[in-house]
């Protein structure tokens, strides 16, 4: 079992293994084009040829990144993928000289053994800017945020706001 940078043809079976872990609210979705278009983020496991994970460190810059749409095959439960996969994301996340590794897990205790701590979802505006606003569990939300080491002091996306209504129109122009 080994970790491995994703390639553009696994996409299409990284998006079936994320969507196997949506509809129970483990995973937000990920389309295909979005696998695509951020493949280079994504690291799988694979064992005896076949993928059996995969997750991706999402670069925010060198303050911050998130590990996200982490999953293991069901059928590989328990057999160390996680452990493979998590010390690739972290290696990764080293390569690129981030200080701060977040996330957003139901399974606080998993990543409590590579160091991970709970922070309050304020402490991590990027991660909230970005995908929180536009999740349907945004006031509902059960996800304990964590991170590894230095929590970031600024910012680099700002809230999302919402857009002025334009002033009536009474009428066409010149009438």
């Not at 076949?50 to 999402?58: D, F, R, S, Y």
């Not at 399974?107 to 402490?123: C, L, N, S, V, Y």
């Amino acid at each position: 079992m080994f970790a491995r940078k994703a390639i553009l043809p696994d996409a299409a079976y990284l998006e079936q293994l994320i969507r196997t872990h949506v509809g129970d609210g483990t995973l937000l979705p990920r389309t295909l084009a979005e696998i695509c278009e951020n493949i280079r983020d994504f690291v799988v496991v694979e064992d005896e040829g076949e993928i059996i994970g995969c997750g991706a460190l999402h670069l925010y810059g060198l303050h911050l990144a998130e590990i996200r749409s982490i999953t293991v095959r069901k059928d590989c439960n328990g057999r160390g993928a996680g452990n493979v996969l998590m010390a690739g994301l972290l290696r990764e996340a080293e390569h690129q000289h981030v200080s701060c590794v977040c996330l957003f897990t139901r399974i606080p205790d998993f990543f409590a053994r590579f160091g991970f701590e709970t922070a309050h979802r304020d402490d991590i505006p990027d991660k909230v800017y970005k995908d929180c606003q536009n999740c349907p569990r945004l006031n509902a939300c059960d996800e304990v945020a964590m991170y590894r080491g230095q929590l970031p002091q600024f910012a680099i996306l700002a809230p999302a706001h919402k857009q002025e209504q334009p002033f009536p129109f009474f009428g066409a122009p010149g009438k």
